[in-house]
């Protein structure tokens, strides 16, 4: 079990920049694959962008790619996700999570912290 706490959201203007951070505690965080998920008022929890427990690899949905990049520490146990180029359809609440493959899709592989909020202002 890797338990998370995010952090990091707030609320930018369109065109704006954050970076999310994600505190994780637990043996096996350096040998699970991390993600980040966000779910928008509405709307169904989705992927956004995963790394490799080395994180040599990383993989991010066609909405976010090229705009974020997702990084990790494992030393110090910690998973970033740095946004650029927001837009309102970013807003959501972004959760942190070790990630595995669910019906050809990612999903959570533990349960779910908190979230942090991201508000994109147009």
């Known amino acids: 079990q890797v338990q998370v706490v995010e952090s990091g959201g707030g609320l930018v203007q369109a065109g704006g920049s954050l970076r999310l951070s994600c505190a994780a505690s637990?043996?096996?965080?350096?040998?699970?694959?991390m993600g980040w998920f966000r779910q928008a008022p509405g709307k169904e929890r989705e992927f956004g962008a995963v790394?490799?427990?080395?994180?040599?690899?990383?993989y991010y949905t066609d909405s976010v790619k090229d705009r974020f990049t997702i990084a990790r520490d494992n030393a110090k146990k910690t998973v970033t996700l740095q946004m650029n180029y927001l837009k309102p359809e970013d807003t959501a609440v972004y959760y942190c999570?070790?990630?595995?493959?669910?019906?050809?899709?990612?999903?959570?592989?533990?349960?779910w912290g908190q979230g942090t909020q991201v508000t994109v202002s147009s």
């Open positions: 999570n070790g990630a595995k493959i669910v019906d050809r899709s990612w999903s959570g592989l533990d349960s």
């Open positions: 637990g043996r096996t965080f350096s040998n699970t694959r």
């Open positions: 790394i490799s427990d080395s994180g040599a690899f990383a």
